[in-house]
């Protein structure tokens, strides 16, 4: 094959049947330079596909629009081909894996002709690390391309690491109509490979992401003893220097990257406490020699939501976008050359044009950026990026905390007993929507270990691995919390500030982890005390309030106890007897 960049079979003869398929005019390798992205943003631009911004104001920053129809990741076309359908299980979509290549050939075949096929070697973590694991994506779109190098480490040095291996995972994106029918994200677990067709937007086509780095990866875990989560990674760094490291799952619109970036409270920075954010999204863990549990990001950049972000809810995010970056879906200030996007101040543009590429009047009261309107930034941008990001070993993890958006019933924060309690604290993770979400208000939706839509194989094996890994663990597993920002107060307000200040409650976690503070022992696991959580400084909140959102409600929780019960149904034979022992304990404790 002409100008090929490896000589390993397995990829050559992968890449030549796909051309065969798909029929391009032209084949590029891609090799990571700076001076071959720069001519794919150059030629972007000429065809409308990305738009160059203001190189003082955000310099290296562009702007992409996707298709109106075309603006989500879509669960319901997702699908995970395994070769038995119990595999999947009763969360995900299954497609046999023979009608799904048949059914997805079909709609390839010939979809490059006219176009350009670009074949991207990237690594998920850093390139010869322990963690780190390769693909290859081939795509028609250069929106791809460029995010995918903020996205991954790709370019050729990949293609040094994999040599002759097999092991690698394969993707192939094709554009084709943008005819949302005929879209599909297919997952073949069995081959390692990621199909997606009819899709441009970003978490459908930058196939490292949740495709592959949760999809195949929790997948690829289970068989090899690892874990792959949706989880962020950061380090506290008390005033002496020592710094401790959490992982943390929540469920989207719990604030779960205003958490990785968090911004110590003034009375801790005075202090001299600082947080590091390690990853925003993903984190691959391993047992590490020491027998403790090691975590990386596979990641490269964030690909985060755009409205809500501001200098107000998470400075530093908004700073990461502000070079080199690519701005999906938002505002595009006319005037100056530069993006807005609702909340991020209170000067939307006079002159502008909203995502769908028309002329917007901000006084009329709709929407300037979609509501899902994305910033893919490099993670070296970040201010409060930790040292350790990309160290080959990753960081050790003392603490894994999980989150939900509950009003009444979980209290702020409480540890579980032991491992295996901790692993059903995380299976009944949930969330009440809000207004914004559906028009049912209040309505409980469970999210386990917030992989709902993310696990590539059926949830009830899923957690026997988390179970198993305890076990290989031992007495050096991380302690299991769960957080819960959101408890309010009978006019609906929220009690607890959040924000910087959840900085208190993780001190307390931490506290907790060096056996530094006691707890009370509840029906559901252990609450903190209430002096041992700092609120100097908070205004308008005292102990009594405190105190309030730290109450478990017996009443409420065996409301609880029973809709777990429910969900727990969902998963037959295959619900682990630990976590149906745990639910045994709960009720029991309610009596």
């Known amino acids: 094959m002409t100008n090929a960049l490896t000589t390993n079979p397995s990829v050559l003869k992968w890449i030549e049947e796909k051309i065969e398929l798909t029929q391009p005019d032209r084949v590029m390798w891609i090799d990571g330079s700076h001076e071959q992205l720069e001519e794919l943003r150059a030629e972007g631009c000429s065809t409308g596909e990305l738009f160059k911004l203001n190189e003082e104001k955000l ?9 109106v129809n075309d603006v989500a990741r879509v669960e319901g076309r997702t699908f995970i081909c395994s070769e038995k359908e119990e595999d999947a299980g009763p ?96 997952h073949f677990p069995q081959d390692n490979t990621i199909i997606s067709v009819n899709s441009g937007y970003g978490g459908n086509v930058l196939l490292g992401k949740k495709c592959f780095a949760l999809r195949i990866a929790s997948n690829l875990g289970r068989q090899e003893g690892w874990m792959a989560e949706h989880m962020l990674i950061l380090g506290v760094e008390k005033p002496n220097g020592e710094i401790t490291y959490i992982a943390a799952a929540f469920p989207s619109a719990c604030g779960k990257t205003n958490l990785a970036m968090l911004i110590p409270p003034e009375l801790y920075r005075e202090k001299g406490y600082k947080v590091w954010c390690v990853g925003d999204d993903i984190a691959w863990m391993r047992i590490g020699e020491d027998g403790r549990l090691w975590a990386c990001n596979p990641e490269n950049g964030f690909f ?17 976008t502000q070079k080199n970056a690519i701005f999906t879906n938002v505002v595009h200030n006319l005037d100056d050359n530069t993006v807005w996007w609702e909340s991020m101040d209170k000067n939307p543009p006079k002159n502008a044009k909203n995502w769908k590429g028309e002329i917007w009047d901000c006084t009329d009261g709709s929407k300037g950026a979609h ?13 409060c990026l930790s040292s350790e990001f990309n160290s080959p070993a990753g960081v050790p993890i003392s603490a894994i905390v999980f989150g939900g958006r509950r009003a009444k019933t979980a209290p702020l924060v409480y540890q579980s007993r032991d491992w295996n309690h901790g ?27 917030a992989m709902l839509p993310f696990c590539g194989y059926h949830m009830g094996d899923y957690w026997k691995h988390w179970i198993n890994m305890g076990k290989k663990l031992g007495d050096k597993a991380p302690k299991i919390f769960n957080v819960n920002w959101f408890r309010t107060d009978d006019e609906g307000h929220f009690v607890w500030p959040g924000f910087g200040d959840n900085l208190r409650v993780l001190e307390w976690i931490i506290n907790r982890c060096e ?24 205004e308008d909140f005292d102990r009594a309030t405190l105190e309030s959102i730290l109450e478990v409600d017996k009443a409420l929780w065996a409301e609880e106890a029973a809709g777990i019960e429910e969900f727990y149904g969902k998963f037959g034979e295959k619900l682990p007897a630990e976590l149906k022992a745990e639910l045994d304990i709960l009720k029991a404790n309610l009596k």
């Open 59 to 67: 310099p290296g920053c562009y702007l992409h629009l996707s298709a």
């Open 423 to 449: 692993v059903f604290v995380g299976s009944i993770v949930a969330s009440e929507t809000t207004a914004a979400a559906t028009g049912a208000v209040g309505v409980v939706r469970r999210d386990p270990m």
């Open 304 to 320: 985060g939501v755009a409205p809500g972000t501001s200098m107000k809810s998470n400075p530093n995010a908004l700073i990461s």
């Open 371 to 383: 509501p899902n309107s994305r910033f893919t930034a490099p993670a070296q941008n970040c201010p």
């Open 91 to 186: 969360t995900n979509h299954w497609m046999a894996p023979d009608e799904a290549y048949s059914m997805l050939y079909d709609i390839a075949r010939g979809a490059y002709k006219g176009r350009t096929m670009y074949i991207i070697p990237y690594s998920m973590g850093p390139v010869g690390s322990p963690f780190a694991k390769y693909g290859i994506e081939l795509t028609d779109s250069i929106y791809v391309v460029i995010s995918m190098a903020i996205m991954t480490r790709m370019g050729k040095e990949v293609y040094e690491a994999l040599g002759n291996s097999d092991d690698w995972v394969r993707g192939l994106h094709c554009k084709c109509d943008i005819d949302e029918e005929k879209r599909y994200i297919c």
């Open 515 to 538: 056996g530094k503070v006691s707890a009370n022992e509840t029906a559901i696991g252990y609450v903190p005390n209430a002096d041992d959580i700092n609120i100097d400084g908070l």
